[in-house]
């Protein structure tokens, strides 16, 4: 199996060097030049198998011979040694609870698959990986519990001084080891902007392999489709079409759900909600892409004005306007509408949302209204405590701080100040 770049198929790799490199040399996203229907008996039968078998079948056809299938077996064994419960919230709805791992948000399944691939793959080696990534929140937090403590790579992550909540901050400054925090004075996008030096200054590269662990990697992409099937084998008891209703950022989630339906898996449609950043809803009515600047919005791992994924949705479609809104609809609430969700929903059911989770509900009961003898599963992508600033303004009430969370509070806090770009450099040149 090899992976092509989006901007020229000529331009390919093995799934160890898409992992390695992150993006390809002519800067496209990499995605797999096939994908094999899995057979259908095998979603006939999913019950009989276990979560860590259901991920093993399903990933296989793209990591192929890249990694000894009793490594991978271990590797998922790893990765996904937390549950992934389907909650019953009201009739025809219910939530996909991906908040049960170590930082408590999706991105713990990609962050820890990636990590353990790239271990793997540095184990032989004796130059070291960098990976260098700039973070709004969530990321930071999942790549630095992911990668902690894997030998042959060595983390770097920025983030906005002021900018992140006090638990996500202790998630990424407080591990240690392989794992440096660059606090730095300026905006995400200028943590981005200065990553983005680094990965195009020949003075580092000629030296260093950098790469990076944002969901163009290949290896935090795909993994992410093992719980679209998880909450597939729980949902299909109901008897009814199954929706999925995401709630979208960079739209890799989504995206790897798309992956799942191309396997075989029975979807009826797919639903993309989003914040007040609305560049898919908008290409939704008009066929139109046009990026814009993001807006900033209480649901703020979602804040994107320019979704690096899309492209691969696209592609996946054929890139056929019709195909895709055969299969998928977007759109976009504002923070009141998600505010008011959040309050009626605990009203009525005592289900504490997060603001990312309610903006998927919204959206999903938009779809349903047109198409109401379906089942609809939305994604709860981090739990409520990771924006306690939110739920307590919005709900009156503080959260249980769950153990794994309380873990890192009582830690302390060591980051790298940095003003500018050369301090970045300069750390790198030297490490
Ligand atoms: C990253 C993130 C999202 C967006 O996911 P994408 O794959 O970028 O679309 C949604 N919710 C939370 C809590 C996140 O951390």
Same mark, same amino acid.
């Given at each position: 199996?090899?992976?092509?770049?989006?901007?020229?198929?000529?331009?390919?790799?093995?799934?160890?060097?898409?992992?390695?490199?992150?993006?390809?040399?002519?800067?496209?996203?990499?995605?797999?030049?096939?994908?094999?229907?899995?057979?259908?008996?095998?979603?006939?039968?999913?019950?009989?198998?276990?979560?860590?078998?259901?991920?093993?079948?399903?990933?296989?056809?793209?990591?192929?011979?890249?990694?000894?299938?009793?490594?991978?077996?271990?590797?998922?064994?790893?990765?996904?040694?937390?549950?992934?419960?389907?909650?019953?919230?009201?009739?025809?709805?219910?939530?996909?609870?991906? =908040?049960?791992? /170590?930082?408590?948000? !999706?991105?713990?399944?990609? $962050?820890?698959?990636? &990590?353990?691939? +790239? @271990?793997?793959?540095?184990?032989?080696?004796?130059?070291?990986?960098?990976?260098?990534?700039?973070?709004?929140?969530?990321?930071?937090?999942?790549?630095?519990?992911?990668?902690?403590?894997?030998?042959?790579?060595?983390?770097?992550?920025?983030?906005?001084?002021?900018?992140?909540?006090?638990?996500?901050?202790?998630?990424?400054?407080?591990?240690?080891?392989?794992?440096?925090?660059?606090?730095?004075?300026?905006?995400?996008?200028?943590?981005?902007?200065?990553?983005?030096?680094?990965?195009?200054?020949?003075?580092?590269?000629?030296?260093?392999?950098?790469?990076?662990?944002?969901?163009?990697?290949?290896?935090?992409?795909?993994?992410?489709?093992?719980?679209?099937?998880?909450?597939?084998?729980?949902?299909?008891?109901?008897?009814?079409?199954?929706? =999925?209703?995401? /709630?979208?950022?960079? !739209?890799?989630?989504?995206? $790897?759900?798309?992956? &799942?339906?191309? +396997? @075989?898996?029975?979807?009826?449609?797919?639903?993309?909600?989003?914040?007040?950043?609305?560049?898919?809803?908008?290409?939704?009515?008009?066929?139109?892409?046009?990026?814009?600047?993001?807006?900033?919005?209480?649901?703020?791992?979602?804040?994107?004005?320019?979704?690096?994924?899309?492209?691969?949705?696209?592609?996946?479609?054929?890139?056929?306007?019709?195909?895709?809104?055969?299969?998928?609809?977007?759109?976009?609430?504002?923070?009141?509408?998600?505010?008011?969700?959040?309050?009626?929903?605990?009203?009525?059911?005592?289900?504490?949302?997060?603001?990312?989770?309610?903006?998927?509900?919204?959206?999903?009961?938009?779809?349903?209204?047109?198409?109401?003898?379906?089942?609809?599963?939305?994604?709860?992508?981090?739990?409520?405590?990771?924006?306690?600033?939110?739920?307590?303004?919005?709900?009156?009430?503080?959260?249980?701080?769950?153990?794994?969370?309380?873990?890192?509070?009582?830690?302390?806090?060591?980051?790298?100040?940095?003003?500018?770009?050369?301090?970045?450099?300069?750390?790198?040149?030297?490490?």
């Amino acid at each position: 199996m090899k992976f092509y770049s989006l901007n020229n198929s000529k331009i390919q790799a093995s799934f160890k060097e898409a992992v390695i490199d992150g993006i390809a040399p002519d800067k496209g996203l990499y995605f797999p030049e096939e994908i094999q229907p899995l057979p259908a008996n095998f979603f006939e039968n999913i019950d009989s198998y276990s979560n860590h078998e259901i991920a093993f079948k399903a990933i296989h056809q793209f990591v192929d011979k890249n990694i000894p299938d009793e490594v991978l077996k271990e590797i998922i064994k790893k990765v996904l040694d937390f549950d992934f419960p389907l909650v019953q919230i009201e009739e025809n709805v219910a939530t996909l609870e991906l =908040f049960h791992g /170590p930082t408590m948000a !999706f991105k713990d399944v990609g $962050a820890r698959f990636m &990590a353990e691939c +790239l @271990g793997h793959f540095s184990e032989d080696k004796n130059n070291e990986v960098i990976v260098l990534v700039a973070t709004s929140g969530d990321t930071g937090g999942a790549v630095a519990n992911g990668f902690l403590g894997v030998k042959g790579v060595n983390v770097v992550i920025l983030y906005p001084s002021g900018k992140v909540s006090d638990i996500q901050e202790k998630q990424l400054t407080t591990l240690g080891q392989n794992i440096v925090a660059m606090e730095v004075n300026g905006t995400f996008d200028d943590c981005q902007r200065m990553v983005k030096t680094a990965f195009l200054d020949a003075e580092i590269t000629n030296q260093k392999k950098l790469t990076s662990a944002n969901s163009i990697n290949v290896a935090r992409w795909l993994p992410q489709l093992f719980y679209f099937l998880f909450a597939y084998k729980q949902a299909r008891t109901k008897g009814k079409e199954i929706v =999925f209703a995401v /709630p979208s950022g960079n !739209f890799g989630n989504i995206c $790897a759900g798309i992956v &799942a339906q191309k +396997l @075989g898996m029975p979807v009826k449609h797919f639903v993309a909600s989003t914040n007040a950043n609305t560049v898919v809803p908008n290409f939704m009515k008009s066929g139109v892409y046009e990026p814009m600047p993001s807006i900033a919005t209480i649901s703020n791992a979602m804040d994107v004005g320019d979704p690096s994924n899309f492209i691969r949705i696209r592609h996946l479609y054929q890139d056929d306007f019709l195909t895709i809104q055969e299969n998928l609809s977007s759109y976009s609430f504002s923070d009141e509408a998600t505010k008011s969700i959040m309050k009626m929903i605990y009203a009525e059911s005592g289900y504490i949302m997060d603001p990312h989770g309610a903006v998927g509900y919204l959206g999903l009961k938009e779809y349903q209204k047109s198409n109401p003898n379906t089942y609809g599963v939305f994604l709860e992508t981090a739990h409520p405590v990771k924006f306690l600033d939110v739920v307590e303004d919005t709900l009156g009430l503080s959260p249980k701080i769950p153990p794994q969370i309380q873990k890192v509070m009582g830690r302390k806090k060591k980051a790298m100040k940095i003003n500018t770009y050369e301090e970045l450099k300069s750390y790198l040149m030297d490490s």
